[in-house]
């Protein structure tokens, strides 16, 4: 086989982590089991999961060439099975934030016999003769049963010919791919080339600046040769090193061999010919080696202290910069007008950007002006604190706690006081009293989405179906299939108002109506939006709220109205979810930086909530009168109280 790896702008999303691991039989027995190849990508990762594909890749590739005398097949199911239950182990740890964001694709090729499985949306085409095909199509529909857990289904097999291409491609590359036409260009290929690849890409490189994923090509060829991987990212320059610049001298003085000195001739067997001045010649030209040495390390040295003194030179500098800032934002606060906090806000957040550098370098600064910076750093934090709002909560109040083997929640609605856990990977529902007494609803089907609906619950069960659960019944009930929209709709998120209801495409950036007929019957979808939006989650409150990355738009009868890009510390990194509804204000959580955020709806800070036991934030829901939240945090459910 030829291994190609291409991976494109791998740290442009913070909260995106991907990589390929190849292995080829390494001796006689290994040669049995042939190669595995995997790819996986996790997103909305938690810094504690920075190495959970590496870990999940070692465990299946050690099992798979465990038992060398088994078959392949025979060898990926036990690695499965092991991986299996490896995740089921860190799911009953309380780590479910893998959960419906690990996409991991395991290839095993032998004689040109392929075994493959995969979960998530990650890609594999067969690239044959000119023709591309979908060959994960059998895999595509099912679902992660979680009792006993099992994310990855049973294997797919096929036997494969010479010059065959697989190409496996993160979700984003695919669309890109198939948006672009570059699988049909590959296609045409007689046999791929990674230089007319390359080439293909350079012609759109700009827009592949906004492209962050994988795409492993394997060749299938009798030799076998592992290509290396490639990072395709935006070129940046290298910074300049005295390290460097010493580098060739250093090597070039650890390559000196010790001078050897010729052996002198006994007494007796002297002639007149003496070799002593060669050797005092020899003496000398190590002796300037010596020296040549002992000036590199002083100047070395010296170019250190210089290079020191300018460091601390230009961070003093900064420092003056932000006590500036510091001192200008003071003067607007004393103005007490939402202009002026917004004013000082602004400035104080430049000071924080500036000083970052400073405390990432603060082991290799001297003692006294780290006294400087961190008093600095203290007085921009108060301040940002108190003017965004940010309460910091040490030990948030517990409210539940699951546990692993008897449900796994993913999302949560609240009604009069009772909480309705569910999840789209298993059945039945999970009912909390405002007393935490636990009720099973049992049901056969599996929701995806819910909204309130008067005095019930929706449920929307992909791809069309929904059901509804009335307060005080013992479970739901299904109503009707909706009509569907479009070929190849999906659905991310769904809410209601005065009985219409609205779903969120965000593959296809549309909103799409159901406008309500009453009886509990709706008519045919409409597209709300006049063009194709960015987003991740909306809410109704007769406007419709659409949140991106960083922001919120506000539309109105399929018009957009304003875009809010809120000015609050911490600068926002990646939101997840919205919700409004008569209430005056928008809460927006944001599971990386371990938050909820309230604004009023003119975009202006209400309160913040921070913790870092908000570390798997999955979901949440407003009470009625808006005076509590509960935050659903892997297997555990926190509530905050607010105050009048």
Known sequence: MQIFEFHFNPNLKPDLIFDSFCYEPENIYERKMGSLYMVGLLRNILPKNLHFLERLQKLIKERYYLRTISTPEKSLRESLKEANEFLEGVLKKGDVSWLGNLNFVVISLKDFKLNFTKVGGIKIFLLRRGQVTDIDKKLRFQDIEPYPLKVFPNLVSGKLAENDLILVLTKEVSEFFQTEGILNEIAKFGRFSSREFKEILEEKREMLLHVSGICLAIVLTKEVFLGKKEAILPQVKKEFSLKEVFKPIFKFVKGLKKPVLPKIPKIGALKPKLTVPKIKVELNKNLILVLALILTLILGFLFAQLEERQKIKTYQKDLEEIEEKINSAEGFLILETPKTQAEANSLLKEGWDKINPILKDVPNLPGPFLTQVFDLRDEILDKLYTL????????????????????IPQKFLVLKDNLYFFSPYSKNLFKLDKNKNEEFILTDKKFNLATAFDNSILFFSKPSQIFLLK???????????????????NFDDFTSFKGNLYFFDEKAGQIIGYPYLGNFQWGEPRFWLKRSIVGKSISVDGSVWILDKNSISKYYAGVIQEKIEPNIFPSPKEFSKIFTS??????????????????????????????????????FDVSENGKTIWLLNGLKVYQIELLP
């Open 388 to 407: 965004n709002k940010l309460e910091e909560i040490e030990k948030p109040e517990l409210f539940f706690e699951f546990k692993a083997e008897k449900f």
């Open 471 to 489: 307060f005080g019944e013992d479970k739901p009930n299904q109503l009707t299939a909706l009509e569907e929209p479009y070929p190849d709709f």
């Open 582 to 619: 008569s209430l005056p204000y928008l809460y927006i959580l944001e599971p990386i930086q371990k938050r909820i955020i309230i604004l009023d709806k003119a975009g202006q800070i209400i309160k913040q909530f921070q913790s870092d036991l908000f570390d798997n934030l999955l979901d």
